[in-house]
């Protein structure tokens, strides 16, 4: 089956910081997405995004399907953004990858 | 609905007792999933709807654990006779025929004490 790879599996960063995660995945796909899980839990859909880029105010994220990877960017980082960020293939079943933690310092 | 809505946010039932979760998807979407995930882990699917096709099952952990789905729309999750190891986040999640992405809901956190 696909396997997704995320990285940095951990990432501390100073509020005002830029960052990009990254979503590696084992096979071609048609369809993947971003989410985050903020601290209290709740599941954010991101990005619908099977391939291009898309942009939605400090996050933009871009996948390049025949690479298979997907770049997930975070600009001028808050402490808001903090939580753990997923990607996940999109077809019968969601395909996660295990996740990167990130941590925005005040 | 806006979004994928689900009751209750909070449940703390005692061991032994059963326990009903309901989750109402977008308007429209024909599949639907259930995941839990317990405290530092991930997402463990659970059990998948899609239309009226027979659900996936396959990754309900016992014969404790049963949802439907009634008229393709709102689903339950039951759990009976309650354990502790079943204390997690319940989620779940809306497509439409799996296309266009997943909407979750904002969870069920149950707690067995």
């Known amino acids: 089956g696909i396997q997704v790879e995320q990285s940095p599996p951990d990432l501390i960063l100073q509020e005002g910081a830029n960052s990009t995660l990254r979503c590696n995945f084992s096979?071609?796909?048609?369809?993947l997405q971003w989410f985050h899980q903020n601290p209290w839990g709740q599941l954010i859909n991101l990005f619908y995004?099977?391939?291009?880029?898309k942009q939605n105010g400090r996050l933009s994220a871009t996948t390049v399907a025949t690479e298979r990877y997907s770049l997930l960017y975070i600009s001028s980082s808050q402490t808001t953004d903090s939580g753990v960020y997923f990607c996940?293939?999109?077809?019968?079943?969601?395909?996660w990858g295990a996740g990167t933690k990130l941590i925005i310092k005040p | 609905g806006a979004g994928v809505s689900q009751s209750p946010s909070n449940k703390v039932t005692e061991k032994g007792k059963d326990v009903e979760l309901r989750c109402d998807p977008i308007?429209?979407?024909?599949?639907l999933y259930w995941y839990r995930q317990s405290l530092g882990q991930g997402l463990e699917f659970l059990i998948y709807?899609?239309?009226?096709?027979?659900?996936?099952k396959s990754g309900l952990p016992s014969d404790r654990f049963s949802a439907e789905r009634t008229g393709g729309s709102v689903s339950t999750l039951t759990i009976q006779r309650t354990q502790q190891e079943d204390s997690a986040v319940y989620l779940c999640?809306?497509?439409?025929?799996?296309?266009?992405?997943?909407?979750f809901g904002s969870g069920t956190r149950l707690t067995v004490v």
């Open positions: 996940a293939v999109v077809g019968y079943q969601l395909i």
């Open positions: 096979d071609s796909v048609n369809n």
């Open positions: 995004i099977p391939s291009g880029t």
């Open positions: 308007s429209g979407h024909t599949a």
């Open positions: 709807f899609q239309g009226n096709s027979a659900p996936d």
């Open positions: 999640a809306s497509s439409l025929a799996g296309v266009g992405g997943y909407t």
